[in-house]
């Protein structure tokens, strides 16, 4: 696997890229979703033989469109994961609730956990409810499990208050949700994989639903345990970074020194776990997440490469890895290719393959955080077709890459379509699904936006009053 990982761009020529077009072109776009959301491809799962494929064919395509490698001579950020691989089931057992046996909760059902570190069982673990601020602990203590509501969001932040940033230092950190119930009893619990940064140190999180919840949160739970076997091996992966040096303008030769990060994730979840049936898809192909991402940004690439210099500098960034939890950009943000400082905005691309009717229907894009920064009311200003997200209460500002970007105090945003697509995450997000007129439209409000963002006639900024991270 390393050594695919790390093969050079003549890897996989055979893959053909679309005609060169100075415009979003709807042919080169379907072109690009059907390498990308091919079967071939397995569903471009972290780490795997696709991954490394896609990367390749994406650095190619910018190779092609006259934008310079990234990092350095190259086009490739190495992202140093470690994936776990776990045998069946992880176990918890709780002591207390009126019961002087340990009881098993049943994963999937009662709890499921995000494991953070490496795949060994805690010892047994002293709770401590975290109803308010002043319940949390003077000190990180190894054995303990705090256990904290997942409706009250601001007991997450009285973490880092107090210098516990993502509860390191902690046993294992346990979230309940009283009213949420997990899958139907009976389903497999097959082998499963999963991956973070290598550099990454927490304690996993877990999360208790029903009437466990309760009982952990009513302070019934006096002690638990988390139960597990697995193996853990270094896996890496990398992002795919390209750049357009900019040239300022006469009146400000400085902004060429200012970056904007264009970016989109190209992984997605893979293969449906467990025995397939014979005849049965498990192939989850990801057109519209984030395949149609990557095709516009692909397109934006060869539309700024092929005209004249941009003021600003721009960044191409492919983000690896979103959906095991936006680890390519994490790493991105902490491992930059042009400092921090220079960056005045992320523009993201999320899910652009299928109309979105409550926005408005074909062509009607929506930026998060639209009332958060000046973006919004400056694309509508100059004619863009682009409104406001329509969901709020789903939270998809915070749910793509740009919220890496936003935690580093950068403007950061994603434009996207994607709130209503049935085949999210399905087997069923093929390329054919996708309405092209759309993505093309799409993505030239994408590409007019970024020519806007990088003539440096604009410059992004928070709306003062408005949040920065959390819920408006």
């Not at 400092?339 to 926005?359: F, K, Q, S, W």
Request: aromatic share 6%.
């Amino acid at each position: 696997m390393i050594l695919i990982a790390l093969l050079p761009l003549a890897f996989l020529a055979q893959d053909p890229l679309p005609k060169a077009d100075p415009e979003v072109s709807r042919s080169s776009l379907r072109h690009h979703l059907e390498f990308l959301a091919s079967d071939e491809l397995k569903g471009r799962g972290t780490a795997t033989p696709e991954s490394a494929r896609v990367s390749a064919y994406i650095a190619r395509s910018l190779e092609r469109s006259g934008v310079q490698p990234g990092q350095g001579k190259s086009y490739f950020q190495s992202v140093p994961l470690l994936t776990t691989s776990f045998d069946g089931p992880h176990r918890l057992s709780v002591w207390g609730a009126g019961k002087g046996e340990a009881h098993t909760l049943e994963e999937g059902v009662e709890f499921s956990v995000s494991i953070q570190g490496a795949p060994n069982s805690t010892a047994v673990l002293r709770t401590v409810v975290v109803e308010n601020e002043e319940d949390l602990p003077s000190e990180a203590d190894p054995n303990v499990a705090l256990v904290m509501h997942s409706s009250r969001r601001k007991s997450f932040g009285w973490l880092e208050d107090h210098g516990f940033k993502d509860g390191v230092g902690f046993g294992l950190i346990v979230r309940v949700r009283p009213t949420r119930t997990g899958q139907s009893r009976g389903l497999p619990r097959p082998r499963v994989e999963r991956a973070w940064l290598a550099a990454e140190d927490k304690p996993d999180v877990l999360t208790v639903m029903g009437e466990a919840a309760v009982d952990l949160w009513g302070g019934k739970v006096e002690r638990l345990q988390l139960s597990m076997s697995g193996e853990r091996r270094a896996t890496p992966e990398r992002n795919v970074v390209g750049v357009l040096k900019g040239v300022g303008t006469p009146e400000r030769p400085d902004l060429k020194d200012e970056v904007i990060v264009l970016s989109a994730h190209f992984d997605h979840v893979g293969l449906l776990s467990g025995e397939a049936e014979e005849g049965v898809d498990v192939i989850r192909n990801g057109a519209d997440d984030d395949a149609s991402g990557c095709a516009v940004l692909m397109e934006l690439a060869e539309a700024l490469g092929s005209g004249p210099p941009p003021a600003r500098t721009v960044v191409f960034l492919f983000c690896a890895a979103e959906e095991m939890g936006m680890w390519g950009t994490y790493y991105y943000a902490d491992n930059p290719s042009v400092p921090l400082e220079r960056i005045v905005c992320n523009l993201n691309l999320e899910m652009l393959g299928m109309p979105d009717e409550l926005a408005g229907g074909v062509g009607k894009v929506w930026l998060t955080g639209f009332e958060r920064t000046n973006l919004g009311p400056l694309f509508v200003s100059a004619g863009f077709d682009v409104g406001p997200d329509m969901r709020p209460e789903q939270n998809f500002f915070a749910r793509s890459d740009n919220i890496v970007f936003v935690k580093k105090g950068i403007v950061g945003q994603t434009l996207s379509t994607g709130g209503d697509n049935p085949n999210y995450h399905q087997v069923t997000d093929e390329a054919d699904t996708l309405d092209y007129e759309h993505m093309q439209r799409c993505g030239q409000a994408a590409l007019e936006a970024a020519r806007l963002l990088t003539s440096g006639q604009v410059t992004p900024a928070w709306n003062e009053g408005e949040p920065k991270l959390g819920r408006r």
